[in-house]
């Protein structure tokens, strides 16, 4: 798993490339926490590249958004994939996440 991001003024631009598993969700969690440090900025989490997504990532996204929306920033995911829309469908975090 690995996790890219740009930050600017405003926003936070991240993609995430492979599988989001257990073992990865170890893996970037210090990603995960410099990030959160920009909670009060529209993140936007590019899934283009992401094969999979276990529980722990799950975990990882709600973590993510919680922080934007106790902060007053704003979480969006683009360009998910079929095979983890179908994890966020049969999760219900479709109706969660703001998803374009």
């Known amino acids: ?8 003024e ?9 599988e ?5 969700t ?5 990603e995960v926490e410099k990030i959160l440090k920009h909670a009060d900025k529209e993140i936007t989490i590019d ?7 276990a529980s722990s990532g799950l975990r990882q996204l709600i973590t993510i958004y919680k ?3 106790n902060e007053g920033g704003h979480m969006t995911l683009t360009n998910v994939t079929s095979d983890v ?16």
């Open 85 to 100: 829309m179908e994890v966020l469908d049969d999760t219900t975090f479709s109706r969660v996440f703001d998803i374009v």
């Open 47 to 53: 899934c283009s590249r992401l094969e999979y997504i």
């Open 1 to 8: 798993m690995k996790i890219e991001y740009k930050v600017s």
């Open 26 to 30: 170890e893996e970037i969690q210090n």
């Open 10 to 18: 405003k926003s936070v631009n991240v993609r995430l490339i492979g």
């Open 67 to 69: 922080n934007c929306k």
């Open 20 to 24: 989001l598993d257990t073992p990865a």
